[in-house]
């Protein structure tokens, strides 16, 4: 998802998936992650660039939300 987009930004976006789908983990990269906070419907943010092995962990991470 994109924060700079003209329509609608990450965390909008990121609401809207968590109105429709309120179980579906959403991960954000950010190139503007050390000027921002994490939204509250966001559930886990990596800054941009992202590491590899930062980001297998974060999937992980998610999948194990999802199977909670």
Do not use: H, Y
Not at 34 to 42: G, I, K, T, Y
Request: a negative charge; zero cysteines; proline letters at 7%.
């Amino acid at each position: 998802m994109w924060f700079d987009r003209p329509d609608m930004n990450g965390d909008q976006l990121a609401t809207a998936v968590k109105q429709l789908a309120p179980n579906t983990p959403v991960l954000l990269l950010t190139g503007f992650g050390d000027m921002m906070e994490q939204p509250a419907s966001v559930d886990l943010m990596l800054s941009k660039p992202v590491v590899l092995k930062e980001l297998q962990r974060s999937l992980a991470t998610l999948a194990q939300i999802t199977v909670s």
